[in-house]
Structures are given as structure tokens and as C-alpha cells.
């Protein structure tokens, strides 16, 4: 089943085109059974289970750790930080700048370059969660500064609907402003991925451009 799935997003799935299994509140075990199926880069949200999953992985498994690619794609507070960035190879969702100034310091202080995407606020939903354009073009014009950061591009979530014009409206608001963003930074070589499109929209992501899908209900269900 569990199989199945993965495979059948892989094979509709542009070459190039990264698929992150979202396992929040999926056991180990179900991680495990993605991983058998060839599944190797995992998204979680929250910072106790992500450490949690990180560590059972390897102690409980003997997954090497470098085997495995583990993206944090929820909200983060400060003072979680030591539960997420010695272990996450990409931090999807560095939404504020007090989160990206903690971050720096972080990285700063353990010796380590922080990977970051900078989530766009596009959504219409409730959460206020998100940069908008003006702050994300401020920290990139500002990208040196930040010696324990690495800028990898942007996140967004699409308004959660069932109306495609919508959800098309979003992902043209974020891929037009990636790319406009990818020409005024031209030397920003790290700045290369979208990272756009859930269980129910990441056809369309994919449509806009998404160099990174993040799938839990259509990998795991319910
Ligand atoms: C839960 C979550 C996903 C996956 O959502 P599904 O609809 O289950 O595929 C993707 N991105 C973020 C940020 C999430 O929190």
C-alpha cells in the first residue's frame, strides 16, 4: 500500500522534481516501511517528534544517518532550536526574522551552516505564518550578513481548497516572485529550490514550477 503509493507519486513525478514523505504523526515503523520502499528524505513538523524519529531511525534501525535526509517543515520556536538544527538538513520553514536571527546565532555558536528555506506567506489561510515579498528581498539583499545560513530558496503553502484558480493564484504569486528572485540574485548559487505542492495540489505545484513536493496524507493516509 505504503509502497504503492510512493511509487506511483515517484513515477508521475518529473525527473528532478524531490519528493519529501511527510511522516508527522505516522509511527517510526511507517518510516521504516517508506524507507524499504526506497523512500530516503522525510519531513516533519514538530520539533520533539522530529528528534524523536531522527534518533529511532538510527538507534532503533541502524539507518546510518547520512542515509537519510530530514527536512523540518513546521513552525519553530527559539527555544526548540536544539531539538531541530543539529539534525535537520533543511529547515523548510524559517518564517520570521527572529527565527532566522536565531538561527544564525545557533549556527554560529555550534559551528554549523544552517539550510533554510524562506516561507512566503501565500496562503488565505488563518495562519499568519510567513514572510511577505518586501522582508524576503530585504534578507536576501542582506544575504551575506548571514555566515551561518544557507538561503536554498523558498517555501509556500497553497490556500487550502478545493477551488484549483485559487490554489493556481497562490502557486503563480510564489513562482513568479522565485524566479524574479533567482534573476536579481544571479550569484546566489544556493537559491534552487521551490518547495510547493501537498497531497492534494502538488500536480499542480508541479505545474509552477516545484523542484520539491512535501506528501504525508497520499503516502501515509490518514
Ligand atoms: C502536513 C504538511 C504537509 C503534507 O500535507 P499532506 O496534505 O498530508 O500531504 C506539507 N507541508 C507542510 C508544511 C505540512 O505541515
Not at 83 to 88: G, K, N, Q, S, T
Not at 115 to 128: D, F, Q, R, W
Not at 199 to 213: F, H, K, L, P, Q
Request: charge should be negative; charged fraction near 30%; aromatic fraction near 10%.
Amino acid at each position: 500500500m505504503l509502497k504503492d503509493n510512493i511509487d506511483s507519486i515517484s513515477r508521475e513525478l518529473p525527473e528532478g522534481v524531490k519528493l519529501v514523505a511527510v511522516s508527522k504523526f505516522h509511527p517510526v515503523e511507517a518510516i521504516m516501511e517508506a524507507y524499504d520502499a526506497g523512500q530516503r528524505r522525510f519531513g516533519e513538523n514538530r520539533p520533539q517528534e522530529f528528534e524523536m524519529k531522527v534518533k529511532a531511525m538510527q538507534e532503533k534501525y541502524g539507518i546510518p544517518r547520512n542515509e537519510l535526509e530530514w527536512h523540518f517543515i513546521g513552525h519553530l520556536q527559539t527555544n526548540k532550536l536544539k531539538m531541530v538544527l543539529p539534525y535537520a538538513d533543511l529547515v523548510q520553514s524559517v518564517d520570521s526574522m527572529h527565527l532566522l536571527e536565531a538561527v544564525e546565532e545557533w549556527g554560529k555558536a555550534n559551528s554549523k551552516v544552517i539550510n533554510v528555506l524562506l516561507e512566503l506567506h501565500i496562503g488565505a489561510e488563518e495562519t499568519k505564518q510567513g514572510f511577505v515579498e518586501e522582508e524576503i528581498l530585504g534578507i536576501l539583499f542582506d544575504a551575506e550578513k548571514y555566515t551561518h545560513v544557507r538561503f536554498c530558496g523558498m517555501m509556500g503553502m497553497a490556500t487550502h481548497t478545493d477551488d484549483d484558480e485559487d490554489i493556481r493564484a497562490d502557486f503563480t504569486r510564489i513562482s513568479t516572485f522565485y524566479s524574479y528572485l533567482r534573476d536579481l540574485f544571479p550569484d546566489l548559487d544556493s537559491f534552487r529550490e521551490l518547495s510547493i505542492g501537498m497531497s492534494g495540489d502538488w500536480r499542480i505545484a508541479v505545474e509552477y514550477g516545484a523542484t520539491m513536493v512535501r506528501i504525508g496524507t497520499a503516502i501515509f493516509g490518514q
